[in-house]
């Protein structure tokens, strides 16, 4: 069998293959509200064949937020909008997953279409929190997170996972990467607090794996629980692959099942040395180490390519991005190249090509 159209059992879920649509945020709601837009996005990636298709960064609370168009997961109302979604994927064979998410001192910005300037309070914006008061690049000020804002920013999260369940969703992924919120905890280049959320390892990653263990306590324990993390900041003195390491096998002892595996997104004066699966050496690194499963995301984009980090154990699972979006029915034309016969959706079984 190829190996990338095996079937990945994890916890309870068996995943038709390794292939993942990363969540890719759209900025395309009111109110952070599903809109038709998502059930078309999302529902044409499970009828492409996918093995788990990932809603974007769902903000936990309004502040959360990237932009004011964000999707979010705050309310019931969202999580109710997200329902016939998630029943769509499903119905068509793929996982539905979300990643919950809040967006920290990158937080408060126009939508990239729009500029991606950042908004303040007089222009629709908002007053950003981050571990520290240090600004992302030329963003405003965030303000630095006080006593009261741990337990309140913990308690989000675990609303939104409850609300994710409610929704129908079977994997959830804690977004702990690019510089939000929680990863700019882990790095000491944002993270410049003196009290016990800063300065040492121990002490940096301690708000991150008290959320993570916050959420599993209400994520069933038969349904996966993925973390994504930047591995490296790409920044010197900054975080780095081997602390990926540590904090996968502190991940691992609170019941995180996958790590998901990018990287940057802390400075917008990183120097990313990007290429064709530039990051796959990071999931490999932690998959050995720490002895979890990963999945490896990063300018993937041909089928042999996918194929290869996956039989080279490199990781248990492919995720893409920008290419599902110029191609939704990637895993379909994936198989054909590879030689593996896919079932196709019956709508469409007449355009199926002669598997050779």
């Avoid at 996918?50 to 932009?67: D, F, K, L, N, Q």
């Avoid at 089928?303 to 990781?315: D, F, K, N, S």
């Amino acid at each position: 069998m190829v190996r990338l159209f095996e079937p990945w059992p994890i916890k309870g879920v068996t995943i038709r293959n390794r292939i993942c649509v990363s969540p890719m945020c759209q900025y395309s709601t009111a109110d952070g509200i599903a809109r038709d837009w998502h059930m078309v996005h999302l529902g044409s990636r499970a009828v492409g064949g996918a093995g788990i298709v990932m809603v974007e960064a769902s903000a936990v609370h309004p502040e959360g937020r990237i932009t004011p168009g964000d999707l979010g997961i705050w309310t019931g109302e969202q999580a109710k909008a997200l329902s016939p979604i998630v029943a769509f994927i499903k119905s068509h064979g793929a996982v539905p997953a979300i990643q919950i998410a809040h967006a920290g001192r990158k937080a408060s910005t126009a939508p990239p279409f729009n500029g991606g300037h950042p908004l303040t309070p007089e222009t629709g914006g908002w007053v950003p929190l981050a571990p520290s008061s240090i600004p992302f690049g030329n963003y405003p000020l965030p303000r630095a997170m006080q006593e009261n804002d741990f337990s309140r920013i913990r308690d989000h999260f675990v609303s939104a996972a409850r609300r994710a369940l409610s929704a129908g969703f079977e994997i959830l992924e804690i977004h702990m990467a690019h510089g939000y919120l929680l990863h700019s905890f882990l790095s000491p280049l944002s993270n410049r607090r003196t009290d016990s959320y800063g300065g040492s390892l121990e002490n940096r990653m301690r708000f991150p794996l008290e959320v993570t263990r916050a959420v599993r306590e209400v994520w069933p324990s038969d349904l996966p629980l993925w973390v994504r993390i930047s591995t490296t900041d790409w920044m010197e003195n900054g975080w780095y692959p081997e602390q990926s390491v540590s904090l996968a096998i502190e991940l691992k002892q609170c019941g995180v099942d996958v790590i998901d595996c990018s990287s940057g997104g802390l400075s917008p004066d990183a120097r990313i040395p990007l290429g064709p699966g530039y990051q796959t050496r990071f999931s490999s690194q932690i998959r050995q180490s720490a002895e979890i499963q990963t999945i490896a995301v990063g300018m993937i984009t041909d089928p042999v390519q996918a194929e290869h980090i996956l039989v080279t154990g490199q990781a248990d699972g492919v995720s893409l991005a920008r290419e599902m979006l110029r191609d939704p029915y990637w895993p379909l034309h994936a198989a054909q190249k590879l030689g593996h016969d896919l079932e196709w959706p019956e709508q469409y079984s007449r355009a199926k090509p002669t598997v050779r």
